[in-house]
């Protein structure tokens, strides 16, 4: 999930995620991968305090990628 997060950090806070970047962010929801397979895409929500804006993370086959922020 880290590279998705520092995408979305940099792009909205101009700055360099912080090492405790997971005290920077509340989840929000996540889907389940289609049949429990962690290697089938699935998603997080996180709220991002510090932004004031959620977070969509994809993940699939254990990376990460920014999908979307609102706003």
Known sequence: ????????WKEWLHEELPDNW???FIVDGFSVPTGGDVNNQWGVTLFCEKAGHYFNIAIKDGVSQLESIDG
């Open 1 to 8: 999930m880290l590279e998705g997060v520092r995408q979305g």
């Open 22 to 24: 997971e005290k920077e």
